[in-house]
């Protein structure tokens, strides 16, 4: 949208049967839940009912139709364009070439969008963070003495932290600067755990390494929130990593083993997933309606909040929700990795738990970017699982039942996958995964607990 940021309106030109009217429509609204509007302005009957467009449609002026149930932003409407209203059953003429050449052009227009300045930058953005995540790969085999790469990994990532600074507050340009500032978030961690050295090789790192690390992805992600302005998605996920690092280090720095740390941070991630949503909400102080405690509250009238704060506030709590999001997902993944690798029934248990739980609370989410993270994560715990029986059981038992297994499993996705992109799941389908979840969340408690040997060590206490 050609708009200044934060407005979330488009100035749209409407080229009605009757009459050409000029309307601002929200830009993150369905079309079809502002027809009402358009035809009413345009005096065109409306016949429209919930969900209905009355026998109309839109038209871009090349004769694209519009999906009226998406928004105006997902189908890039920019401001200022013009849009045609008519009955649904008018037939748009096709465009008419006098030379192959145009048909052949018009043609391959269609089956994609062409390279332009969006996809330059973007191609610059991402050649640059493939080289410096392999300046990465050389930092961490530096070698001894490390501190001498620590120190290397520290100072380029203030470096990319105050360029991504300039690009947002000085240029302009927030979703650069977030971008370069978040591709320093990786040497701060490195060279965190690099600083403490003591090893002869990364494989050797420990709790006091994951604190260092951990201490300073932290520090460097609240900087960089509050110097890139905008999309701060990515400083948001470093906080939250950052944090669950502190305290699987923490407690790996004590009495607990590794797989016992990963144990409490994939619990605590998974408890606290279903909050995020409204932390973000309260950390933006997203005005809410208030709910009336008293009969006088019920007829006092509350000025309305102004609907750019609110926006704002929308926008800010949805960046919030994101990184956390990521961020806990990423440790999350980490975590299940160890807990599989250490083996114990409990442990693999726990991985089973956190992994459905983190597949059915992401169909609570409604956008992608908040979904594919917890379908990550699930998939990784679901994934592990058979992957570390086929390693364990003998080569005719792994390619007779381990390959079945996944060769079935693979084919109900699939099947699942193509039946409910035709058609939603039944509410009662919901209402089990809303039991199953509500389950899920209650075992992780006692099922971490007896990773952590909480059971035999209350038995030995009562002899």
């Known amino acids: 949208m050609a708009l200044q940021a934060g407005t979330a309106l488009a100035r749209i030109v409407i080229a009605a049967p009757r009459r050409r009217l000029e309307l601002v429509l929200p830009e993150h609204l369905p079309i079809i839940s502002m027809m009402h509007v358009v035809l009413r302005h345009a005096e065109e009957p409306d016949r429209a009912g919930p969900g209905d467009a009355g026998g109309w449609s839109m038209r871009r002026t090349d004769g694209t139709a519009l999906d009226l149930a998406k928004s105006l932003a997902a189908q890039n409407v920019r401001d200022g364009e013009t849009l045609h209203l008519l009955p649904a059953r008018t037939e748009w003429p096709e465009p008419d070439f006098d030379d192959v050449v145009e048909t052949i052009a018009a043609g391959s227009r269609h089956r994609g969008a062409p390279w332009g300045a969006d996809a330059t930058r973007m191609t610059g953005l991402v050649v640059a963070g493939g080289l410096l995540m392999s300046g990465l790969g050389v930092v961490a085999m530096s070698g001894e003495p490390w501190w001498i790469g620590g120190v290397a990994a520290l100072v380029t990532a203030a470096v990319l932290l105050a360029t991504g600074t300039v690009l947002s507050r000085a240029l302009a340009d927030s979703m650069a600067g977030s971008v370069v500032a978040g591709l320093g978030l990786p040497y701060a961690l490195l060279g965190g755990a690099l600083l403490v050295g003591g090893v002869e090789s990364l494989t050797g790192m420990g709790a006091p390494h994951l604190l260092a690390g951990s201490g300073a992805l932290l520090l460097l992600s609240v900087i960089g929130y509050l110097g890139v302005g905008d999309a701060n998605r990515v400083p948001v996920a470093g906080v939250v990593a950052g944090l669950y690092g502190l305290l699987g280090g923490g407690l790996a720095l004590g ?209």
């Open 255 to 463: 009495d607990f083993n590794g797989v016992e740390a990963a144990a409490v941070v994939a619990s605590v991630s998974a408890l606290l997933m279903p909050a995020l949503p409204l932390i973000s909400v309260r950390m933006v102080r997203l005005p809410l309606p208030s709910v009336p405690r008293t009969s006088d509250d019920l007829v006092k009238e509350e000025p309305p909040a102004e609907h750019e704060v609110v926006y704002r506030a929308t926008a800010r709590a949805d960046e919030i929700l994101t990184g956390a999001i990521f961020g806990s997902t990423a440790v999350t993944i980490i975590c299940l990795v160890i807990l599989a690798l250490g083996g114990s029934v409990a442990a693999l248990l726990l991985v089973g738990i956190v992994a459905l739980g983190s597949l059915l609370r992401a169909r609570l989410l409604m956008t992608v970017r908040h979904r594919v993270p917890l379908l990550a994560a699930g998939l990784t715990g679901l994934t592990v699982l058979p992957l570390l029986a086929a390693a364990a059981a003998p080569a005719a038992i792994r390619v007779a039942l381990v390959l079945v297994v996944l060769v079935l499993v693979a084919a109900i996705t699939i099947s699942a996958g193509l039946t409910y992109s035709r058609r939603p799941p039944s509410p009662r389908m919901g209402k089990y995964g809303d039991i199953l979840d509500v389950m899920l969340q209650l075992a992780v408690i006692p099922v971490a607990c007896s990773v952590l040997g909480l059971y035999g060590f209350m038995r030995a206490i009562n002899g």
